[in-house]
Structures are given as structure tokens and as C-alpha cells.
């Protein structure tokens, strides 16, 4: 659903003894992290901010950084399993039509009546298109491309997605 915040990463061990994590970024481009200066945790409701510096993005697909200006590998330690978010102002522009995958999950999908379908579980990357993982009210899975002829509004802030019901038996998989 959508948030003022999106998960960016999170902190997988120390890295060396000088105060650096090693980072999974939840990210298409762990790069993005090199234009960060603050980075915020999530503490019940609330967003705090944490200072981010020294920061590498390296070929291996991680990211690399020295959180809460720590200064030794045990104050890397404590920060093992934080959850890295960035607010909407400093989040990577999208172009129209996309969407941030945090704020498609436990998103309703109704039909163009408003009939609700069931709620988006996941979106899987398969290859050409992104697939909706929609848990419907009976129980059952309903694995739905996007296509643009199938998925007809996208309102993330109001958790609405409309579809075209008649085209599900084209291009729909229900998991039995």
C-alpha cells in the first residue's frame, strides 16, 4: 500500500571493522544509494533519520556503507537487519504508467463494476511483463499479466486497481 516511505534495502552483516555494512538494495539500480546523504528506519509508525556515508555500489550488485556514522565493527553489528527506506522527495522519478511494487502489494483489484477480485500478494518479473500475484476472496491465486488492455486504472494511493473481467479467460491463470 502506499507510504510516504519506500524500502530502499537492508543491512545484511558488518563489512570489515571500520563501521560498514554490507547492504541487499531493494533497488533496480544500487547506485541510487551514491546520491544519498540520509537514509530512514522505521520504528513502529514512525520514520527516523539515519545518516548514510562512505557509500560504495560495487559490480557484486551490493551496496556498501557506514550507517549512524558507526565507527567499529560492533556498531555494524547492531545494525544487522535494518530496513533501509527513503522518503517520496528523494525516491527515483517514474515515468507514467509505472509503479513502485511497494505500493501495488495489498492493493484491491476490482472489475469495472467495483466488484472487488481480491488483493495483490506479489508481482512477480518474469521477463516481458510483470505478473500480479492476486490472492482472491475464496482462497484461490489468480496470476494476471499486465497488459494494458487487461489492467484499465491504476490508483495506488487509493489501493484501487480496476481490470477488464471479460479478458481474464485470455490471459489469467487461476492456481487450483
Not at 147 to 152: D, M
Amino acid at each position: 500500500m502506499y507510504s510516504e516511505y519506500l524500502l530502499v534495502g537492508e543491512v545484511l552483516k558488518p563489512q570489515g571493522v571500520r563501521g560498514q555494512v554490507k547492504i541487499r538494495p531493494d533497488t533496480d539500480d544500487p547506485a541510487r544509494f551514491l546520491a544519498l546523504d540520509t537514509v530512514y528506519l522505521k520504528n513502529g509508525e514512525q520514520y527516523a533519520p539515519c545518516p548514510i556515508g562512505q557509500i560504495e555500489a560495487r559490480e557484486d550488485g551490493f551496496v556498501y556503507a557506514v550507517l549512524n556514522h558507526a565507527g567499529s565493527r560492533d556498531e555494524a553489528e547492531k545494525q544487522r537487519g535494518w530496513m533501509l527506506y527513503v522518503d517520496r522527495a528523494h525516491a527515483v522519478e517514474l515515468a507514467e504508467g509505472q509503479y513502485f511494487i511497494s505500493d501495488l502489494l495489498g492493493c484491491t483489484v476490482q472489475d469495472r463494476q467495483g466488484k472487488p477480485i481480491g488483493k495483490i500478494d506479489q508481482v512477480l518479473q518474469p521477463g516481458a511483463n510483470d505478473v500480479y500475484q492476486i490472492r482472491c476472496g475464496d482462497g484461490r491465486m489468480l496470476y494476471l499479466p499486465v497488459l494494458p488492455f487487461v489492467v484499465l486504472d491504476v490508483k495506488v494511493k487509493e489501493g484501487i486497481i480496476t481490470i477488464d473481467e471479460e479478458r481474464l479467460p485470455e490471459v489469467a491463470v487461476f492456481e487450483d
